[in-house]
């Protein structure tokens, strides 16, 4: 099924079926301890909605509903009856908690008594997304995916604007309250589950640098692409002393299942002694571990513009590459630069003192700028703003 035919379908369920759904089941009044966590995008607890559902499930007095389905690889009589299911739900919900595009929140005129918090899954304002860009949401698409939305939480207030315009709501409902899944990053406690989970799936890795190759897909997720790299000639020219793996963005995942690192990125993030990354917001938040950064864009005049950015690409605090073939040096002279040259509140012996501060500098202003609300109390902030304690 091409993906036009796909975006008519949904539209036709979005606004023809599942308003009537939910209609149908708003006799009775709103039940404000009734909380939803829904998701059209997993079968089970996303990562992202962790924290957050075991904080309200510890508060107690609150009636906590799941309802996960892969849409993607669910039948379609599966994804109706999910559906239908969450509407009936939904029409009596106090809070709808999601972290990604959920078409049933926004089918409907829901009642104002229940709130919509919108997750979202990505740090920062880096790629233009949402409305912003035809490769997510198509001009042809009628109908506002994140209508309804009551708060979308937010890294730091500089992401407010961007996301307001990707999403077409208002500032008021963007809150840099900062993102949940983050707090997990300020545990030591997990940070060392993350090591013993890697040594375990990979001991191969012990005694030598780990560099992960992370990149963002290109297109839109229907027919996603990847920038060309030989990870087999690139492992040859960093040497024995390092481990190279990858990562590809969920979107690619089945076509890169036999080569693809098994753990999830953010749990690498502790073991990885350089990253690779290109347009991935995973940037924002792997840099709170204050390590070395490569951008490997190929592409970054072609990319910017036809996604575009929110940012200057320049901005970003990592080492930025084009070439295939200088990638490696890239990697190694990051790696001496910022890990073992440049630790927190030192200067680099080997660089100039006004170079050193201007790149320890550099990293910090840009955290502050995108990363300031996740400080490992997101989710604490979350939860007051649901239980009506915080607003």
Known sequence: ???????????????????????LNCRGPVQPELVIFADAHHNSRPENMRLLYEALQAKGGLEIRE?????????????????????KLYARAGCVVICDNFLPAASCRKRKETKVVQLWHACGALKKFGYDT?????????????????????????????????????????????????DLYFQENWRESCRKEFYRLYPQAAGKRVVLWAPTFRGNPGAPTLPA???????????????????????????????????????????????????????????????????YAPDLEEYEKKRGFYLNYGAIPGYQVKAEEALADAVMQEYRTVRQKCPAGQDCPDMPENDSRLLRAKREQFLEAYMSGCDGQATRRIAGYILRTEQ
Request: hydrophobic residues 40%; charged residues 20%.
């Open 1 to 23: 099924m091409n993906r036009m035919l796909k975006q008519y379908i949904k539209m036709f369920a979005q606004n023809c079926v599942l308003p009537v759904c939910y209609r």
């Open 229 to 295: 790299l030989d990870l087999k000639a690139f492992q040859e020219r960093l040497g024995e002393k390092w481990l190279v793996l990858s990562r590809v963005h969920p979107h690619m995942h089945e076509a890169y299942k036999e080569t693809d690192c098994k753990m999830p990125t953010e749990r690498l993030f502790p073991v990885v002694d350089v990253l690779i990354a290109d347009y991935s917001s995973l940037i924002f938040e792997y840099l709170l571990f204050d390590k070395p950064l490569v951008l």
């Open 67 to 87: 309802m996960y389905l892969d849409y993607q690889k669910a039948s379609a009589g599966a994804v109706m009856r999910h559906m239908f299911g969450f509407m």
């Open 134 to 182: 035809t490769d997510d949401i198509p001009r042809q698409y009628h109908g506002n995916v994140f209508r309804n939305t009551t708060l979308v939480t937010v890294s730091a207030p500089q992401c407010v604007k961007p996301f307001a315009s990707a999403m077409r709501l208002t500032e008021k409902q963007v809150r840099p309250l900062g993102v949940s899944r983050t």
